[in-house]
T-cell receptor, first 106, second 113 residues
Framework: KNEVEQSPQNLTAQEGEFITINCSYS?????LHWLQQHPGGGIVSLFM???GKKKHGRLIATINIQEKHSSLHITASHPRDSAVYIC????????FGEGTQLTVNP | EAQVTQNPRYLITVTGKKLTVTCSQN?????MSWYRQDPGLGLRQIYY???????DKGDVPEGYKVSRKEKRNFPLILESPSPNQTSLYFC????????????FGPGTRLTVL
């Protein structure tokens, strides 16, 4: 079993829909990261959190340390949100989930 | 602009021909790392460096070498590339511990024939 599990692996939505991507982990962590990888391949950091909730524009990330679970929400999704979203956890090293491929159709 | 740069961005080569992928960061970060990304496997760490002249193996170091002679540069060396090293490679850097934000380079797509 992977140390970091994401679900779903693939997600297709219509523009305007509310989207949730989940991440569960099995190791002790100091922080959890949500990353975005666009079709061109570049990776950018969206959030880094160790407790509670963070919001940036239409994106919201939450983490429950006791349950070892985090969610990334996208409100009012748009085709430009189409990307791979990667969860990564910082323990002794950075461990990545396999990513969620999100496609938002107009 | 704070950034991590990699070169080349794309490379097609043949088995056994030594190559180097360069990585440079302008943020004075101590920690630098190399990852490879493969379908179904996600990002896996190849090597990392905590500071100048301090490097260590990650999860998949076989067939790779690195060096850290200067703080800003962390080249990845493939002495004798093989087709199973065909992958998308990312360099990254961060300031301080594992809980800090990591900055990624744009990626290098390598094909070994």
């Amino acid at each position: 079993k992977n140390e970091v599990e994401q679900s779903p692996q693939n997600l297709t939505a219509q523009e305007g829909e509310f989207i949730t991507i989940n991440c569960s982990y099995s190791v002790g962590i100091s922080a959890l990261h949500w990353l975005q990888q666009h079709p061109g391949g570049g990776i950018v950091s969206l959030f880094m959190l160790s407790s509670g909730k963070k919001k940036h524009g239409r994106l919201i990330a939450t983490i429950n340390i006791q349950e070892k679970h985090s969610s990334l929400h996208i409100t009012a999704s748009h085709p430009r949100d189409s990307a791979v979203y990667i969860c990564a956890v910082s323990g002794s090293r950075l461990t990545f989930g396999e990513g969620t491929q999100l496609t938002v159709n107009p | 602009e704070a950034q991590v740069t990699q070169n080349p961005r794309y490379l097609i080569t043949v088995t056994g021909k030594k190559l180097t992928v360069t990585c440079s960061q302008n943020m004075n970060h101590e920690y630098m790392s190399w990852y490879r990304q493969d379908p179904g496997l996600g990002l896996r760490q190849i090597y990392y460096s905590m500071n100048v002249e301090v490097t260590d193996k990650g999860d998949v170091p076989e067939g790779y070498k690195v060096s850290r002679k200067e703080k800003r540069n962390f080249p990845l060396i493939l002495e004798s590339p093989s087709p199973n090293q065909t992958s998308l490679y990312f360099c990254a850097s961060r300031d301080g511990g594992a809980g800090n934000e990591q900055f990624f380079g744009p990626g290098t797509r390598l094909t070994v024939l």
